[in-house]
């Protein structure tokens, strides 16, 4: 007997609700086809796979059980959230994802009413969760949070900080953890799906509510002495004893591929009155495509992709990553210095740190997703006469401000920060973006603020930095690769504070920090053009600045312009609060200032997304003209209206 083609169920499913008509038996198929359809998307746009694809089964199960978006599920870091698009209402734009005005790669509250948290940092989820869930409670309103928390989000402290107040959410509170590389429990198998399902039950939960009425009945050393009992008679069931600790009742761990397994625990869970509840779920990244289950690292995030085969697209050959140059450089300096140590939050790959992993294997340390201890424990190896380079995303390194300055800073212990991804960061959209680096680290007292024009720079900065000992020390360079310039046989260890003339002019003068030094010397050529003589500077330092140089080209030029691939408060704060203060200003000196636009910028190519900003050649000639007056229809002849 021939078997029939089945009917496509995910065409009949645009949100939640109509998930919710289908009967169970008929899951499983609408789990393969979004699972298929998640690859074929990700393989059309690029973006996160690996991570989606270990969670089709229970985003089908978590939106049939629960009553989203009145229940309110939060992804924590949010990529892997596909599916989860796919399922409410977003499958008809799913193949914008990461593109310009398309689909955010992450949870955007603004894109959906099934995102009701946005996140593309890491392990957020239970205190938003806690929050929606005790707001609900105050207000008498039904409706539970739900939190999805990988196991990699659990390594920072905040999640624990959560679990540790979660207790006055009760029910309202379901915390899901997503165990997607076993580091927490063995493969799980008939017997635990059995018990998660027991434990979970209502007659299970009875009993042990009715036990506990009883035994509040005796001594308090007996009600003690039971309660210890019941946990470590099901921690040696099941495991979860730390979360039992921090006031949760533990369930799991569970496979999160059954969805026979998964419906019923999680109706148990939807239908108790005990809480809050940690459902333990054991899952596999890049489930279901054997290529990304084979590799899942290179399949965590990925480019366009031939679904067929997994082949992804290739970038042409090119200059140098600047994280390799970096690297490259510190595995280099590393070797004479054995004082030199790395660390990275979990970004091994993203930073570089792999490459001088393989070299110095026991000076190399991963902290996980914990940047404030990175920074903390950076400041410890300083104290102790280490030269440790912490090397961070600038966006990743916000959430451990507090350490940098009480730290790091206060304390003038010479941490040296690698930070990586400054400026515009295309796909990931604003999130994502280094643009506050600048204006948060050059505000300090102590700090040394570098920013790389290309990847020749990069190397004398990282060169610098290892030799440093005088303070913390930081380094900005951005995504991607250099610009092509050669790289020095010879790092040359840069004088702090000082800048370089790139090009000497008389009339503008163009201050540049960071790698739009290349769009400052377009602006310079078509300046020229037009009969302007121009100097461009590579400030190099945006703290210390070089006064001697900036106080000169401010009082020889009769335009000056800095332009720096960062928020308001950055470098031209600092140069305008310079001239203000020496009394240049009131000299009537013409200065403008180039940044950020004062916004969060969404995602696009990156190139776009300086456009849109202003940062280009073209915006650098407008400013010039503008601030001269100069009247175009006049250029030809030089005069200036």
């Known amino acids: 007997m021939v078997d029939l083609p089945k009917t496509p169920l995910l065409d009949t499913v645009d949100t939640p609700e109509d998930l919710r008509k289908l009967k169970p038996q008929q899951l499983r198929q609408l789990a393969d086809e979004l699972r298929d359809e998640t690859i074929s998307a990700v393989g059309t746009t690029g973006g996160h796979l690996g991570s989606g694809l270990g969670v089709v089964e229970l985003t089908?199960?978590?939106?049939?059980?629960?009553?989203?978006?009145?229940?309110?599920?939060?992804?924590?870091?949010?990529?892997?959230?596909?599916?989860?698009?796919?399922?409410?209402?977003?499958?008809?734009?799913?193949?914008?994802?990461?593109?310009?005005?398309?689909?955010?790669?992450?949870?955007?509250?603004?894109?959906?009413?099934?995102?009701?948290?946005?996140?593309?940092?890491?392990?957020?989820?239970?205190?938003?969760?806690l929050g929606f869930a005790i707001a609900n409670k105050l207000a008498d309103q039904p409706g539970k949070a739900i939190a999805v928390i990988g196991d990699g989000a659990m390594s920072a402290g905040m999640a624990y900080e959560a679990m540790n107040n979660a207790e006055a959410a009760g029910n309202r509170l379901v915390v899901i953890l997503n165990d997607n590389d076993m580091s927490i429990a063995p493969p799980v198998g008939g017997?635990?799906?059995?018990?998660?399902?027991?434990?979970?039950?209502?007659?299970?939960?009875?009993?042990?509510?009715?036990?506990?009425?009883?035994?509040?009945?005796?001594?308090?050393?007996?009600?003690?002495?039971?309660?210890?009992?019941?946990?470590f008679a099901r921690g040696m069931a099941t495991g979860g004893t730390l979360f039992e600790e921090l006031g949760f009742y533990y369930v799991g761990p569970i496979d999160g591929h059954n969805l026979d397994h998964l419906i019923p625990v999680l109706e148990n869970v939807r239908d108790?009155?005990?809480?809050?509840?940690?459902?333990?779920?054991?899952?596999?990244?890049?489930?279901?495509?054997?290529?990304?289950?084979?590799?899942?690292?290179?399949?965590?995030?990925?480019?366009?992709?031939?679904?067929?085969?997994?082949?992804?697209?290739?970038?042409?050959?090119?200059?140098?990553?600047?994280?390799?140059?970096?690297?490259?450089?510190?595995?280099?300096?590393?070797e004479r210095d054995p004082r030199i140590v790395a660390i990275t939050a979990?970004?091994?790959?993203?930073?570089?740190?792999?490459?001088?992993?393989?070299?110095?294997?026991?000076?190399?340390?991963?902290?996980?997703?914990?940047?404030?201890?990175?920074?903390?424990?950076?400041?410890?190896?300083?104290?102790?006469?280490?030269?440790?380079f912490c090397a961070i995303y600038s966006t990743f390194l916000q959430r451990a401000y507090d350490q940098v300055v009480h730290d790091v800073a206060i304390q003038n212990l010479p941490v040296r920060?690698?930070?990586?991804?400054?400026?515009?960061?295309?796909?990931?959209?604003?999130?994502?973006?280094?643009?506050?680096?600048?204006?948060?680290?050059?505000?300090?007292?102590?700090?040394?603020?570098?920013?790389?024009?290309?990847?020749?720079?990069?190397?004398?900065?990282?060169?610098?930095?290892?030799?440093?000992?005088?303070?913390?020390?930081?380094?900005?360079?951005?995504?991607?690769?250099?610009?092509?310039?050669?790289?020095p046989e010879t790092p040359e260890r840069l004088e702090i504070g000082k800048g370089r003339i790139v090009r000497e002019g008389k009339k503008v003068a163009i201050l540049s920090l960071g790698t739009r030094l290349a769009e400052a010397l377009k602006?310079?050529?078509?300046?020229?053009?037009?009969?302007?003589?121009?100097?461009?500077?590579?400030?190099?330092?945006?703290?210390?600045?070089?006064?001697?140089?900036?106080?000169?080209?401010?009082?020889?030029?009769?335009?000056?312009?800095?332009?720096?691939?960062?928020?308001?408060?950055?470098?031209?704060?600092?140069?305008?609060?310079?001239?203000?203060?020496?009394?240049?200003?009131?000299?009537?000196?013409?200065?403008?200032?180039?940044?950020?636009p004062d916004i969060f910028q969404d995602q696009d190519k990156p190139e776009k997304q300086y456009d849109e900003a202003g940062l280009n050649a073209d915006n650098i000639v407008d400013t010039v003209l503008k601030a001269l007056r100069w009247n175009e229809a006049a250029v030809a002849d030089g005069v200036r209206a």
């Open 60 to 129: 089908t199960a978590i939106h049939y059980v629960f009553d989203t978006p009145n229940d309110r599920l939060i992804w924590d870091v949010g990529h892997q959230c596909y599916p989860h698009k796919i399922l409410t209402g977003r499958r008809d734009r799913i193949r914008t994802l990461r593109q310009g005005g398309g689909l955010s790669g992450f949870t955007k509250r603004s894109e959906s009413e099934y995102d009701p948290f946005g996140a593309a940092h890491s392990s957020t989820s239970i205190s938003a969760a």
């Open 191 to 231: 017997l635990s799906a059995y018990l998660a399902r027991l434990i979970s039950s209502s007659e299970y939960m009875g009993l042990r509510n009715l036990a506990k009425r009883f035994t509040r009945r005796l001594s308090r050393r007996l009600t003690v002495a039971a309660g210890k009992a019941e946990e």
């Open 272 to 334: 108790s009155e005990e809480g809050p509840i940690l459902v333990h779920v054991v899952t596999k990244k890049g489930k279901g495509y054997a290529p990304a289950e084979a590799a899942a690292d290179k399949y965590h995030g990925v480019q366009k992709f031939d679904v067929i085969t997994g082949a992804q697209a290739k970038a042409p050959p090119g200059p140098p990553a600047y994280q390799n140059v970096f690297a490259d450089q510190l595995i280099k300096d590393a």
């Open 346 to 388: 979990a970004m091994p790959g993203g930073t570089g740190l792999d490459r001088f992993a393989r070299a110095f294997p026991d000076r190399t340390f991963d902290v996980g997703i914990a940047e404030q201890h990175a920074v903390t424990f950076a400041a410890g190896l300083a104290a102790q006469g280490m030269r440790p």
């Open 417 to 487: 920060f690698a930070i990586d991804r400054a400026g515009l960061v295309g796909a990931d959209g604003a999130t994502h973006a280094g643009s506050f680096d600048v204006t948060y680290l050059a505000t300090l007292p102590n700090f040394v603020v570098m920013a790389a024009a290309d990847e020749a720079e990069l190397v004398h900065m990282t060169h610098t930095a290892a030799l440093h000992d005088d303070g913390p020390i930081a380094v900005r360079y951005p995504r991607g690769n250099g610009v092509g310039v050669a790289l």
């Open 523 to 596: 602006a310079a050529d078509a300046l020229e053009a037009k009969g302007l003589s121009t100097t461009v500077a590579d400030l190099r330092f945006a703290k210390p600045l070089d006064e001697e140089l900036i106080r000169r080209l401010l009082t020889t030029h009769e335009v000056a312009v800095t332009v720096e691939e960062g928020a308001i408060g950055g470098l031209g704060a600092h140069v305008l609060t310079m001239a203000s203060d020496q009394g240049l200003i009131d000299s009537g000196l013409k200065l403008r200032t180039m940044r950020l």
